[in-house]
Structure formats: structure tokens, C-alpha cells
């Protein structure tokens, strides 16, 4: 951080008009670090940036005031301005909240891509926090993470820093990993409530979880359980009476559909949340002219105006203007006028197109097209194809050895200090990661929307595939992590026809070939014939007839499916539901009686199925297909089945106690004799009165609907019950 003493500039004629962080010149910056008079601020690996290397040549400016394409966090709040109002209005919402004992303190900030949310938090109410702690705590502990595809691991690595002060505590980061993942006695997450009340001097020093970019536990992490986890982890510590901890999360607006998946948040971004509106011109002009003066050299009043007027009104404008305010700094120490720099970028909304695509096209034509792979990597797309930045191990960007050194210097030339296209970060499991630094690039670049239309698709497969080589990494590499049957062919398959865009990293082929070895493994060991047949036999049998080896295909998974079902417990089982799927797909409809206890099979494909007096006891069954099932007499005790579709299949005489069936589809859904105590059918869709006639209520829940013409439904059969 620079001090006031090491910038070149005259005094202001009115600090007094300078708010927005002047006096916060006391932030000292330790790595992951950063220390305030009155917080103290921890950031995540993924929410620590690594510097890039500084620029050597002399300058009479000092350094640049704007932040480009980066984020203002706390160490920068001396030149953010513009935000005063939201300022106070977001610290006024904490401290009530953090002062009525009935209130849940977590507080959401949402807005619009490109509209300010993390600087504004960061550089914003962090500080401010500094400037005027709460009344009943003189000093916070604030800890800053990203939720990326792992968020139970991002959160107990920032809480394992706080309690041990070691940037690197692998142990203990495992240990809180575990305390996080579990429910206590009662059902709940309380995992971090209970880490709070161990922080040393918590009583003296209120705990603040920030959880930076909080949409990325929609569109990074893919596991439902532990998306759900991360969740009632923060609201259970939001709510806690000992109110040692709040929350704040930043999220785009664009994904508050997501969060109706989840009641409890739902609400608070209702009646807790601050929608960060859009900087009005008065406000403009501070964010433009304010830095430019406290470093010395202040801005006209017409290229004022004219940078006015080409950000305001432009949704996400706030990172163009930023960087276009950055190269006209760039371009004052080269002696050039503002004026002729912004004409020469092609303005704001030219300015972050035109100079990647510049760079871009200064590569060679084999390094355009790594850099091609490394920027549609960067690139998470959802099921509707809704584009956002997604944080990459580097290693995934690497297909092979030869071609790192090259993917390497690209990567510094795309986050080179000036240009910070991307950033790099650390991360304990994964080593280096790297992300775009701002959406704004992916949105304003037509070269790269381009490239996302063309190989879109690939792009869906290639993620899930290095989503699958990751957690099988993640899992030491455990063989009950390998892929199995159509998807094992299907990654086989990617991996022939990729282009090179899309390539596998080097991690993923290993996965894929890895998957490959144990499959034949499997096959000879459940054959009998491994300890019979000399390696040399092996070999032939790799040539014989393909019919041949689908048959034995066939014949292996279903005897490690039945292996797999005789054990008859209540765990997960990892990949059981690729060997159900693929029983399906080779003619098998009848499953009755089947024991699938406990079992994760989200998204599974039953429809159709005989599955009567099957046991679905605890079983995670989100998504589920099971459209005209036969589910007589079968047990979904406590079951999960959130948005699953149970379109005209039959439950005739089912127990579904305490499942949970948010969202589920029951249109024609034949519920007679079915057990709905404790279920909650509020959120399920096309549900008719007449569906439950005969089904046995208490203590049910029922759309509005139906309440609305019988209230006394709900707990029609719990006299019965008793």
C-alpha cells in the first residue's frame, strides 16, 4: 500500500469533501491478511489474489488510482468514492440487524453484474466497520471466501486460519471440513456456530463470514448436500442466540430464482437483503474525479462529463468505466491527454473489447489457440446455457507437459500489472487457479462469445468430466470414484474427438484412463478368470468380437450392482446410480423389493419402473425421474425428493413421512393410502385436492389452494395417528 507521503500530489483545497475511506491509510497487507484499526480481515485461498509483478520503469504519478478490471478491496478504500450513501445505508442495516436479538443477522447484497457488489463490500462496509465498529463489539474478525465448487472446504479453510494463525493449516482446515459436513443430534448444521464459540476472545470480537460471489454454490458446486449443508451452516450461526457471528453474502440478481430452492434463504433476501443500485451521476463524478485528485493530478470537467455520459445508464458499466479510467491514467504518464486516449480505446464501452482482442492478436497462431482453451475453461455455463466466470485449477488448462511453459506465459500476459485480464490465486488442494477477472470481459468480448457458441456442448461435457477427475483427486484417488458403463464410454469418446479447445487436462485423461484399467479389472476378477489366465490370454480376449464384450459388460455390472445391494446399509454408495442407469439402459425395468436405504441418486431415470415395496428410506432422490413408476407399499421415510416428477405414478399405500418433496411434480400422481405425516407439500406442483382424498394427513402441510377451501385437512388423521 502506498502512504499519503509517497504520492506526488498538491494538497486538496477540501478533504472534508473526501470521504469514502481518506482516513483508512492504516490497513497493513500480510498475504492472506489484512489488518485494520478495529478488524482484522482473512481471505480465503481463493479470495487472495497473487500480485502480479510490479512495472519497473520510473513514473511522476505514483500509482494508479483506478482499479481496472480488480475488485476495491480494503486496502484500496482511500480511493473509492461515490458509494457514501449505500455506505451508511448498509452499515445502518448491519448494526440493527446485529442489535435486534429477534433478527437472523445475515445480510445479502445483491445487484446486477458489473453493478459494485463485492467493492462495495470490500472497499465499502468493511472499512467502514473499521471506522465505526457495533456498540457491543469493539473489534470483528471478518472472514472473506468465494464459495468455488467446494465451499464446506473454502469456509473451514478461512476459519482453520483464524483459529490457528497459519496460512496453511492442512489439519485443522480437515478437521473443520468435518465438523461442517455433519448434523448434530437435533438435525441441524451447526458446525459453524460451533467453531465461532471456540475462536479465541470470540466473546470480545464478533465473528463476520463474507462469502464473496455467494451464486457460485449454484453454479460451481455441483453436490446438493453439500450446497445445503454450506447453507444452514451460515443461516444456523446467523440465528444463533449466543449472536457471535454474522453473515453477509454477495450474489448477482440474476440468480434469486436459485435461491426459492431453499425457504429459509429465500426470505432473507426478502426482508434482510440491499439491492446495490445504479451509481447516479453526481455519484459518477466522485467515483471519476475524486482519486485522480487525492493522487494529483485532476481530471477536466468536460472528460468528466463525457465518461459520464458513456457509463451512465449501460447495466455493468462500472468495471468498463473503471478500466477505461485506468488506461487514461496510463496514458497520462505517457504524456498523453485524456481526451485522446479515451477516443483512441473507442470509449468505455469499447475500451475492455478492443484491448484483449489486441492482445489476443499479438500471439502467435499456436498460442491464440491455448489462449482460446484457457478462456472458455474460465467459462461456467448452467443448464440454460446462462454464462458467468468459473475459477480453474491451472493444471486443468495443461493437456500435456510440453505445452505448459506456453500456457504459463499467456497466463501472465492476460493478468500482466496494467492489463489483469485474469487473476491468479492459491489453493491448498488445488494448487494455482485462475479466473477472468471480471464478467464484464466475458459479456463485452464478441471473440470469446463466439467461441462459446461454436463449441458450447463440448464445453458442457468437458466441465463435467474435469468436475468428476477433480473429486476423484479430492478422494485420494479412490477406485469408488472411477467412472463406470455409458459415461465411462462417453469420456472415452470426448476424449478421441475433443477439439483442441476443449481439451482434457492431463488430470482428467489420467481419470478416464484410470476408469478404463479398473473396469477390465473388475471384469476378469468377477469372470473368476484372473488368477487362470496368463497375461498373454488377457490380451487376446481385448480383440474378441464387441458383442462379446458388451455381454460380459453387461453380466459384470450386474453382478457388482447385486454386491453392491446385498450389502443392504444405509451409506451413499458412490456409483451405484450409473449402475441402475445402466441395468436401464440395457432392458431392466423391474427393481421391486430393491434396498436403496440411504442411497445418493439424484437425477436418476426410474420412469417406468416396478419398484413396488422398494426401500427408500433417507435416500437422495432430487431431480429424480420416476414418471409412471409402480411404487406400491414403498418406504421414502425421510426421502429426499426435491423437484422430483412423480407424474402419474402410483404410491398406492407408500409411506412418505417427513420426506421432502419441494418442488416435486404430482400431477395424476395416485396418492391413495399414502402416509404424508410430517410432509410439507406447499412448493409441489400440480397437486389436487381430490389426489389426497384418501391419503393419511397430520401434521401436512398443503398448497394454499387447498387450505383455502378445507383448513382443517392438514391434521385430518392425527387423532387416528395418536
Not at 470414484?481 to 464410454?489: A, D, S
Request: aromatic share 6%; proline share 4%.
Amino acid at each position: 500500500m502506498v502512504e499519503s507521503s509517497e504520492l506526488n500530489h498538491t494538497p486538496l483545497e477540501d478533504d472534508t469533501n473526501i470521504t469514502g475511506g481518506f482516513n483508512q491509510r492504516t490497513w497493513e497487507v500480510n498475504g492472506n491478511v489484512i489488518q485494520g484499526s478495529s478488524v482484522t480481515v482473512y481471505l480465503s485461498p481463493s479470495a487472495y489474489t497473487i500480485p502480479t509483478e510490479k512495472e519497473t520503469k520510473p513514473t511522476p504519478l505514483g500509482d494508479n488510482p483506478y482499479r481496472g478490471l480488480d475488485v476495491f478491496r480494503e486496502e484500496h478504500s482511500m480511493y473509492f468514492f461515490g458509494r457514501e450513501k449505500q455506505i451508511d445505508r448498509l452499515w445502518e442495516k448491519f448494526r440493527d440487524l446485529n442489535e435486534d436479538e429477534s433478527a437472523c443477522r445475515f445480510l445479502p447484497i445483491y445487484g446486477t453484474s458489473g453493478s459494485g457488489k463485492s467493492s462495495l463490500t470490500r472497499s465499502g462496509l468493511i472499512p467502514e466497520l473499521d471506522k465505526k465498529p457495533l456498540f457491543a463489539y469493539q473489534k470483528a474478525k471478518i472472514a472473506v471466501l468465494f464459495p468455488t465448487t467446494h465451499p464446506l472446504e473454502s469456509l473451514a479453510t478461512v476459519l482453520a486460519r483464524i483459529v490457528t494463525n497459519d496460512p496453511s493449516p492442512v489439519e485443522k482446515t480437515a478437521e473443520f471440513e468435518r465438523v461442517l459436513k455433519n448434523r448434530s443430534d437435533r438435525g441441524e448444521y451447526e458446525g459453524l456456530r460451533r467453531i465461532a464459540n471456540q475462536i479465541p476472545n470470540i466473546h470480545d470480537s464478533l465473528l463476520v463470514v463474507v462469502v464473496d460471489q455467494f451464486e457460485e454454490i449454484f453454479t460451481l458446486c455441483k453436490d446438493p448436500e453439500e450446497r445445503e449443508a454450506f447453507i444452514n451452516n451460515l443461516l444456523c450461526a446467523a440465528k444463533d442466540a449466543d449472536r457471535q457471528t454474522s453473515v453477509i453474502v454477495t450474489m448477482r440478481s440474476d440468480f434469486l430464482r436459485e435461491t426459492q430452492q431453499y425457504p429459509g434463504l429465500d426470505g432473507l433476501f426478502s426482508t434482510n437483503g440491499f439491492l446495490v443500485p445504479s451509481m447516479q451521476p453526481e455519484e459518477l463524478e466522485m467515483a471519476i474525479a475524486k482519486p485522480a485528485e487525492l493522487a494529483g493530478h485532476s481530471l477536466e470537467p468536460a472528460i468528466i462529463k463525457l465518461l459520464i455520459e458513456q457509463t451512465q445508464g449501460r447495466e455493468g458499466a462500472l468495471p468498463l468505466l473503471q478500466f477505461a479510467l485506468q488506461r487514461i491514467w496510463e496514458g497520462l504518464e505517457d504524456g498523453r491527454e485524456p481526451a485522446e486516449t479515451l477516443e483512441k480505446i473507442g470509449g468505455v464501452g469499447g475500451a475492455l473489447a478492443g484491448e484483449v482482442q489486441r492482445l489476443y492478436e499479438s500471439l502467435s497462431p499456436e498460442d491464440q489457440s491455448l489462449a482460446r482453451r484457457i478462456f472458455l475453461a474460465l467459462v461456467n455455463l448452467d443448464e440454460s446455457d446462462k454464462t458467468t466466470r468459473r475459477r480453474a485449477p491451472v493444471s486443468e488448462l495443461i493437456s500435456n507437459k510440453q505445452e505448459e511453459p506456453a500456457i504459463k506465459s499467456i497466463i501472465r500476459r492476460f493478468s500482466a500489472r496494467g492489463v489483469r485480464f485474469l487473476s491468479t490465486s492459491q489453493d491448498p488442494q488445488q494448487g494455482e487457479t485462475l479466473e477472468v477477472t471480471h464478467e464484464a470481459l466475458i459479456h463485452n468480448w464478441d471473440k470469446l462469445q463466439g467461441w462459446l457458441s461454436e463449441r458450447r456442448e463440448q464445453l458442457h461435457q468437458k466441465q463435467k468430466f474435469e468436475r468428476y477427475a477433480e473429486e476423484w483427486r479430492s478422494q485420494n484417488k479412490s477406485p469408488d470414484y472411477l467412472l463406470q458403463g455409458r459415461i465411462l464410454r462417453k469420456a472415452q469418446e470426448f476424449n478421441k474427438t475433443a477439439a483442441q479447445e476443449v481439451a482434457l487436462s492431463e488430470l482428467a485423461t489420467e481419470f478416464i484412463k484410470a476408469s478404463q484399467t479398473e473396469k477390465w479389472r473388475k471384469r476378469f476378477k468377477s469372470l473368476g478368470v484372473l488368477a487362470l489366465v496368463p497375461t498373454v490370454m488377457i490380451a487376446v480376449y481385448l480383440i474378441f468380437d464387441e458383442q462379446i464384450k458388451n455381454m460380459l459388460e453387461n453380466m459384470r455390472v450386474d453382478i457388482h450392482t447385486e454386491i453392491l445391494l446385498a450389502q443392504r446399509n444405509c451409506e451413499p454408495t458412490p456409483q451405484l446410480k450409473d449402475l441402475l442407469e445402466h441395468q436401464r439402459e440395457n432392458g431392466r425395468t423391474n427393481w421391486e423389493r430393491i434396498h436403496l436405504c440411504g442411497k445418493a441418486l439424484n437425477g436418476i431415470n426410474f420412469e417406468g419402473a416396478q419398484l413396488s415395496r422398494a426401500n427408500f428410506r433417507d435416500a437422495r432422490l432430487n431431480g429424480a425421474n420416476l414418471r409412471g413408476a409402480k411404487l406400491f407399499g414403498a418406504d421414502f421415510e425421510e426421502a429426499w425428493l426435491i423437484s422430483a416428477d412423480l407424474s402419474d405414478a402410483i404410491l398406492l399405500g407408500s409411506n412418505l413421512t417427513g420426506a421432502d418433496l419441494d418442488g416435486a411434480i404430482l400431477r395424476g400422481t395416485r396418492l391413495q393410502q399414502v402416509n404424508l405425516t410430517n410432509v410439507d407439500l406447499t412448493n409441489t406442483k400440480n397437486l389436487t385436492k381430490e389426489q389426497i382424498e384418501s391419503a393419511i394427513l397430520c401434521q401436512t402441510k398443503l398448497p394454499n389452494h387447498i387450505v383455502e377451501s378445507s383448513p382443517d385437512l392438514e391434521n385430518r388423521d392425527c387423532e387416528d395417528a395418536e
